[in-house]
């Protein structure tokens, strides 16, 4: 079973449409979360942190429930600008990030 | 943000042959750096942990004597891939860590191997 869990997606969406995005770990001992982006043959991005309260960037949003193990992220009215490739990444203690495979959005005009 | 670059961008080299990757941080010290590998489609995979001045820890299945990882300094870390083949073509991205900031990692752009 992988560590970090994501639809591949794609997604294909309308601009101006929301979307959402799940993810699941499965390392229990996980302290940190965050949202990254990877546009095509480019490096991950820091898109946001992900905090137990939930927390907000704009149009972004993102949650986590520790209790089980999911973290998710919302998208309010998509850009064409967002179509990318959004990973899920953990982080226990000082361990290196661990990514998931990321879920693709494709946003259409 | 932090500075992270990675030399050279992009590599093509024939099978047999090794290449050096070069990692290195421009506006702080990385007591910490990551080397990790993407393959198309696929998620990025850490190969290896290196720590300033000591031997670099290998993940399981990466073997360490073809991918060699020298952390010398605060602000460089090199990946050599020794006697590459055609299934080491990968997107090879480094990310570091500093003192600081031991819970923020920050990436390099990432160097394209294509082994013919």
Request: proline letters at 4%.
């Amino acid at each position: 079973r992988k560590e970090v869990e994501q639809d591949p997606g794609p997604f294909n969406v309308p601009e101006g449409a929301t979307v959402a995005f799940n993810c699941t770990y499965s390392n229990s001992a996980s302290q940190s979360f965050f949202w990254y982006r990877q546009d095509c043959r480019k490096e991950p991005k820091l898109l946001m942190s992900v905090y137990s309260s939930g927390n907000e960037d704009g149009r972004f949003t993102a949650q986590l429930n520790r209790a089980s193990q999911y973290i998710s992220l919302l998208i309010r009215d998509s850009k064409l600008s967002d179509s990318a490739t959004y990973l899920c990444v953990v982080k226990a203690g000082r361990r290196a990030l661990t990514f998931g495979s990321g879920t693709r959005l494709q946003v259409q005009p | 943000g932090a500075v992270v670059s990675q030399h050279p961008s992009r590599v093509i080299c024939k099978s047999g042959t090794s290449v050096k990757i070069e990692c290195r941080s421009l506006d702080f010290q990385a007591t910490t750096m990551f080397w990790y590998r993407q393959f198309p489609k696929q998620s990025l995979m850490l190969m290896a942990t290196s720590n300033e001045g000591s031997k670099a820890t290998y993940e399981q299945g990466v073997e360490k004597d073809k991918f060699l990882i020298n952390h010398a300094s605060l602000t460089l870390s090199t990946l050599t891939v020794t006697s590459a083949h055609p299934e080491d073509s990968s997107f090879y991205i480094c990310s570091a860590a500093g003192l600081e900031s031991s819970y923020e990692q920050y990436f390099g752009p990432g160097t394209r191997l294509t082994v013919t």
